[in-house]
């Protein structure tokens, strides 16, 4: 609980201080509050509408993370509720009894809310559904207000989300790339660091495994963040007004290279684990061969911060190709040292020379 206290006043503290996801946050929080009370005003407390409600309870749920998204699931939740709310009333038109209509309409709707054109939105079916048949008299007049309602949300949700500071995330891209980079670095540079002063047991060796593991999923979520940043762009008034454009081939490049750096960092980590592992067939390798390994780690750890510099604003592309070029040269070396100490272990020799290639491919991506 402690813990979570002070996470909390962190997101604070950083909301206050200046712009960042947990400031992005509140202002759709504030946007979508803000949506809400518009929709009540004008339905509830300006035009007195039957089923005023309805408004606000859409407006507020369709300021969406994006516009575009916005705009997307708002045309799939009317179509839903449009559809439970027109099966419904008719069934119920017909039948004249609440509970039998109840066990016939919930399936059929719940069953047509699974139509993949609707999407994440299709449970608003039932719940169209729902808001007929438990709300007393069923009349068409009752259907039609509660989709006007419906429409009339919509429009003042997707209107707040599009005119009022619409959503740009290119800062959580860029983050989440710079994250991810600083992360590959880092385990790389404590694995060299142990391989290097040969101080490492399988417990140490496990938990950089398990950081390599964990990496894959921070790449995962910036390539996430990068499809969300390309989304926020489209149908936004504000990135027109300004210099914002959609994030370039270099993003793509990066997510491609830290692919590789993960792939990479995990099947370091995986080969000292097994020979840090008394209990496993693989065997520790020789103290001169980790020192050069622990050498060519520390290098790749390096070029991928001159990388994330290279590639977000700070220009050591210069400094970038010599240490690819020096990575090289190290790799070379290693090669050369391996051939030459002819390790009685097959299952050694094809898994350094597994990590060899991957590396080779690392280093040829960060200079493209």
Known sequence: MRHQVQAAGQAVRRACAGPCRERDLVVQAGKAALAAWIAWALAGWWLR????????????????????????????????????????????????????????????????????????????????????????????????????????????????????????????????????????????????????????????????????????????????????????????????????SAPGKDYDDAIVVLDYAAVHTAGVTRTVLEAADKARPAARPQASVARRYADFLRQTAHALHLYSHSRFGHHHDHELRQAVGELHRTLEALRHHLAHSRPDDPEEVASYGTLLAQAHRLADQLVT
């Open 49 to 244: 509408a039957p089923l005023a409600f309805v408004a606000p309870w859409v407006a507020i749920v369709l300021v969406e993370s994006t516009v575009y998204r916005s705009i997307a699931h708002g045309l799939q939740q009317l179509a839903a509720i449009a559809t439970g709310t027109i099966v419904a009333t008719a069934v119920a038109l017909l039948l004249h009894d609440t509970m039998l209509a109840m066990a016939l309409v919930l399936p059929t709707v719940v069953l047509l809310g699974q139509w993949q054109r609707l999407g994440s939105q299709g449970i608003y079916a039932a719940t169209g559904a729902l808001f007929v048949l438990t709300n007393g008299s069923v009349s068409i007049a009752t259907a039609t207000a509660r989709i006007t309602e419906s429409v009339f949300g919509a429009v003042v949700g997707i209107a707040v989300n599009a005119l009022i500071r619409p959503p740009v995330y290119l800062r959580d891209t860029r983050t989440a790339l710079q994250d991810a980079t600083r992360e590959a670095h880092d385990i790389l540079q404590a694995v060299a660091d142990g391989l290097a002063e040969d101080r490492w047991d399988a417990d140490e060796a496990g938990a950089w495994h398990e950081r390599a593991l964990r990496l894959q999923h921070l790449v995962g979520q910036a390539r996430a963040a990068l499809g969300r940043s390309r989304e926020s762009l489209r149908i936004n008034l504000r990135s027109r007004t300004s210099a914002q």
